[in-house]
């Protein structure tokens, strides 16, 4: 987030521009605004590692937003704008935040979760008027403020909260050192060099800033000098449209984005100009094969994956030939070091499915979560872990099967539905897939997939016989569906990844345990 030198440089250029409006933000304004707001925060008495939250969409004002903690040494949560008002006070209230920031057409959800939340001292609105005391247009709050940086700059940090798939959200604090914002932590430095990002990128966010993946791209964008071509809302034509007309160097996607542009029209795909493409990363699911092979078919060998957490407790990268070489891979570590593990903490033979574990310079540390904390980290505190399932290959590259929550067992034995999901993912007839377990009285669990139907396709018997059998076709019987239900739409995440606790939770209704 922070420029340096760029500031200068570019001045008059473009940090930002957004898809849907195009407008513009150049560097002079966005340094300007950046330096009042962290002038404003020292006038309320905000000091370096204290807490602040931002809840807004994608909107023209968020980056600056975030920018002032950067420099000003606190943290700064970014909030999923989809949360409602009780999940939303949860967080203000978890975070120990002082300050609110959001738009007006958040205003009346953050309102609510200020009732909740009694340590939010002022609310300052983007883009909304003044009411009081307590809400504050932002510009005018920071108007009687220097453009130039505060005397006491250094370097703050995000402090993002998990996607809580169970229960409350987790915050994830990181270590903050006590150094200039323009030297970057180490976690910043490896996502920098192994992302190959470059000055003067330009590079396209198609999913929600608040997102850990597309906030750190947009964080290190503007520290290289780069440009921001920022979607308000995902558009698989829009895509292209925007590659073509801001050439485009870097972009960032999830699978779900991947499928549906490629079942684009061909002549719709062929009709843009991507050549300008340099690096197209992919992460925050496992993507199934042949949709990763499609994709580097159409782009060419420049689709990189990333494996990682918030946590930021490692780092895992995988190129195209890499991939092509190592089918399935989500890549091979590059920061922290991996190591498959089980239930008793002994490590694992290659090949051998585990949780995976990384050594690492970052411990994982959850706000004010010891609990949690335990869980998550070595009792010597040299490894963690965010439940993971996988293996190790002889030349180290990591495959996942699964998150440690969703593995099913039935009759004793052990099944990770991820194999299922992405090949269910390959049917024409679907959309989209989730695979998980339900309650069985005789084997514990069995195997249930709830399936979205592709546009214009019929569900019922004769279509969830035809799944299992082409199931059954490509896998052991046993990691196959006993039986297949139909949903019109599925529960995401604003990123677009697939939230499958709340399908899998209606099958376990009104039992007190999920082992049978």
Same mark, same amino acid.
């Given at each position: 987030m922070y420029p340096g030198p760029h500031a200068v440089a570019r001045a008059h250029e473009p940090v930002q521009i957004m898809a849907r409006s195009g407008e513009v933000l150049t560097y002079a304004e966005y340094e300007a605004r950046a330096n009042r707001l962290a002038h404003y925060f020292r006038s309320r008495g905000l000091k370096r590692l204290d807490h602040y939250s931002v809840f807004l969409e994608n909107h023209p004002r968020f980056i600056e937003c975030c920018a002032a903690g950067e420099r000003s040494?606190?943290?700064?949560?970014?909030?999923?704008?989809?949360?409602?008002?009780?999940?939303?006070?949860?967080?203000?209230?978890?975070?120990?935040?002082?300050?609110?920031?959001?738009?007006?057409?958040?205003?009346?959800?953050?309102?609510?979760?200020?009732?909740?939340?009694?340590?939010?001292?002022?609310c300052l609105v983007v883009d909304g008027v003044s009411d009081g005391e307590r809400v504050v247009n932002l510009d005018e709050a920071t108007a009687g403020f220097p453009?130039?940086?505060?005397?006491?700059?250094?370097?703050?940090?995000s402090m993002l909260y998990s996607s809580g798939t169970t229960g409350h959200p987790k915050g994830i604090l990181r270590p903050l050192p006590e150094q200039p914002p323009l030297q970057m932590t180490p976690v910043q430095a490896a996502f920098w060099k192994y992302w190959l990002l470059r000055e003067r990128a330009v590079y396209l966010i198609p999913a929600p800033l608040?997102?850990?993946?597309?906030?750190?791209?947009?964080?290190?964008?503007?520290?290289?000098?780069?440009?921001?071509?920022?979607?308000?809302?995902?558009?698989?034509?829009?895509?292209?449209?925007?590659?073509?007309?801001?050439?485009?160097?870097?972009?960032?996607?999830?699978?779900?984005m991947f499928s549906r542009m490629l079942k684009l029209p061909e002549a719709t795909r062929r009709r843009y100009d991507l050549s300008s493409l340099e690096m197209v990363l992919h992460g925050a699911a496992?993507?199934?094969?042949?949709?990763?092979?499609?994709?580097?078919?159409?782009?060419?060998?420049?689709?990189?994956?990333?494996?990682?957490?918030?946590?930021?407790?490692?780092?895992?990268?995988c190129d195209s030939a890499q991939w092509l070489?190592?089918? %399935?891979?989500? @890549? !091979?570590?590059?920061?922290?070091? $991996?190591?498959?593990?089980d239930d008793e903490?002994? +490590?694992?033979?290659? %090949?051998?499915? @585990? !949780?995976?574990?990384?050594?690492? $310079?970052?411990?994982?540390?959850?706000?004010?979560? +010891?609990?949690?904390?335990?869980a998550a980290n070595s009792p010597d505190g040299t490894m963690s872990t965010v439940g993971d399932i996988g293996y190790l290959d002889a030349e180290g590259f990591i495959y996942l099967t699964d998150r440690a929550a969703f593995m099913i067992i039935s009759?004793?034995?052990?099944?990770?539905?991820?194999?299922?999901?992405?090949?269910?993912?390959?049917?024409?007839?679907?959309?989209?897939?989730?695979?998980?377990?339900?309650?069985?009285?005789?084997?514990?669990?069995?195997?249930?997939?709830?399936?979205?139907?592709?546009?214009?396709?019929?569900?019922?018997?004769?279509?969830a016989a035809e799944l299992i059998g082409f199931c059954r076709e490509h896998l052991a019987h046993v990691k196959c569906p006993r039986s297949i239900d139909f949903e019109a739409d599925f529960p995401r995440l604003p990123t677009g990844k697939l939230y499958k606790q709340p399908l899998r939770d209606r099958y376990w209704q009104g039992r007190k345990s999920r082992i049978l």
């Open positions: 040494g606190l943290y700064f949560t970014n909030i999923n704008c989809f949360l409602t008002a009780p999940e939303l006070a949860y967080i203000l209230d978890n975070s120990e935040s002082r300050l609110l920031i959001t738009s007006r057409a958040k205003l009346s959800v953050a309102l609510a979760a200020m009732r909740e939340a009694p340590r939010i001292e002022i453009a130039t940086p505060i005397a006491d700059e250094i370097i703050g940090h608040y997102h850990s993946a597309p906030w750190a791209a947009t964080a290190l964008t503007i520290r290289g000098g780069g440009t921001l071509i920022v979607m308000e809302k995902f558009d698989e034509e829009e895509v292209l449209r925007l590659i073509e007309r801001h050439r485009v160097t870097h972009a960032q996607f999830v699978p779900t496992p993507c199934p094969a042949p949709v990763k092979q499609a994709m580097i078919d159409w782009l060419g060998p420049i689709v990189h994956e990333y494996y990682s957490a918030t946590e930021g407790m490692g780092l895992a990268m070489a190592h089918k %399935g891979t989500v @890549g !091979k570590a590059v920061y922290g070091e $991996p190591h498959i593990l903490m002994t +490590e694992l033979p290659l %090949g051998r499915i @585990g !949780k995976i574990w990384f050594k690492s $310079p970052t411990r994982i540390n959850y706000f004010h979560d +010891e609990a949690k904390n335990a009759g004793g034995v052990n099944i990770y539905p991820q194999e299922c999901e992405n090949l269910l993912a390959t049917h024409p007839k679907v959309a989209d897939a989730a695979v998980f377990g339900v309650p069985n009285e005789e084997m514990g669990e069995e195997v249930k997939a709830v399936v979205q139907p592709a546009p214009g396709v019929a569900a019922g018997p004769e279509l």
